[in-house]
């Protein structure tokens, strides 16, 4: 009887694992009818697999900066020809739709960048190179496709009419002044390190003997003849000027410097309220206060190449064009 039951039992246990066998078997056989129903009932696309890997593409490409910034892009002083192309591209951009210029000042401007850096916020600036920020931080230009800030921008050196009968000697400095980005952004950066404008152009004058005696060669030394040069308050143009107007004191110039707006800096050479700037920006930013005022005064021609404007942001945004950005909701 003992024997019979054993019998039993094993045909018992053996059917049983024929059954689980089955049944793996079965399941593993369905699987992939399975997957292909998935597939049928999302449209022929199996998603399950990749949908992590999807989600976070799609949550960096969807990252909604102008929500972040109130829709605001930082300018600086009104009437600036960046502000102004800033300005158009609201307008020329379908996707800058609600956006709006906020304008400031260049100081300003460079004040809430560096503010947005340290705690790595976004923010939008009208900006331009040459400029002592791109040496300090990580930045880029957005993308242009319509070309609203234009081309490569050239500084140019203006003067008086008259000034080359009445002071020959500064009018040939001043017709041969002509440097570089990289020379340009070394005084700014050294100014906006802490040193005075006196002192940051004094240094670079020190360091560049060789290119200050090309602006000076074949001018006779003067004695007090006096000098009025101007400018407007953005980084680039305290940069030059103070140190043209160093290099023209050394010469034996009783140089004065007088920071204006843009406008009244035209206006001065053109009238002859003041002898020079080197600060004309074209064809783009001072395009229009060119066109008024090109026959009442004299240009002298590029003082340094390859300028640029345009919106500017750091690197830490994943944003490459104007186009990436979205209107406001």
């Known amino acids: 009887m003992f024997k019979l039951t054993w019998k039993h039992l094993g045909m018992a246990l053996v059917l049983a694992l ?22 049928e009932e999302n449209g022929g696309n199996d998603t399950s697999a990749n949908d992590n890997a999807e989600n976070t ?36 951009y379908e996707n800058l739709a609600g956006w709006t210029v906020e304008t400031s000042s ?8 560096a503010e947005a850096i340290e705690n790595e916020e976004p923010i939008i600036v009208t900006g331009w190179t040459p400029h002592w920020k ?11 496709p319509k070309g609203v800030f234009g081309a490569e921008e050239q500084i140019k050196t203006m003067v008086r009419q008259g000034l080359e009968e009445d002071q020959p000697e500064a009018y040939q400095i001043l017709d041969q002044f002509n ?20 002192e940051a152009a004094r240094n670079w004058i020190d360091a560049n003997p060789d290119k200050v005696a090309e602006w000076v060669d074949g001018v006779d030394q003067v004695d007090g003849n006096e000098i009025e040069l101007v400018y407007v ?33 035209w206006e001065a050479v053109a009238q002859g309220g003041a002898d020079g700037m080197v ?25 340094l190449e390859g300028a640029k404007i345009g919106l500017v942001v750091p690197d830490y945004m994943e944003i490459d064009s104007i186009e990436d950005l979205q209107p406001a909701e």
């Open 18 to 39: 024929v059954l689980i066998v089955s049944a793996c078997g079965s399941d593993e056989e369905n699987e992939p009818a399975n997957n292909a129903n998935n597939t």
């Open 106 to 113: 260049s100081g300003t401007m460079a004040t809430l960048l």
């Open 134 to 144: 791109f040496a300090k931080y990580d930045l880029h230009y957005l993308e242009d």
């Open 179 to 198: 440097w570089t980005a990289a020379d340009m952004e070394s005084v700014m950066l050294e100014i906006s390190n802490g040193a005075t404008e006196e």
């Open 233 to 265: 308050l953005w980084d680039s143009e305290i940069a030059s000027t103070n140190v043209v107007a160093e290099v023209m004191r050394d010469h034996g110039f009783d140089v004065d410097i007088k920071s204006v707006e843009n406008a009244a800096m």
């Open 279 to 303: 600060a004309a920006w074209l064809p783009g930013t001072h395009g229009d206060l060119y066109e008024q005022f090109k026959d009442e005064l004299v240009d002298l021609g590029p003082n």
């Open 57 to 92: 593409g799609d949550d960096a490409a969807a990252t909604n900066y102008g929500e972040e910034m109130g829709y605001v892009i930082t300018g600086i002083e009104p009437g600036a020809g960046v502000v102004k192309a800033a300005e158009k591209t609201t307008q020329d």
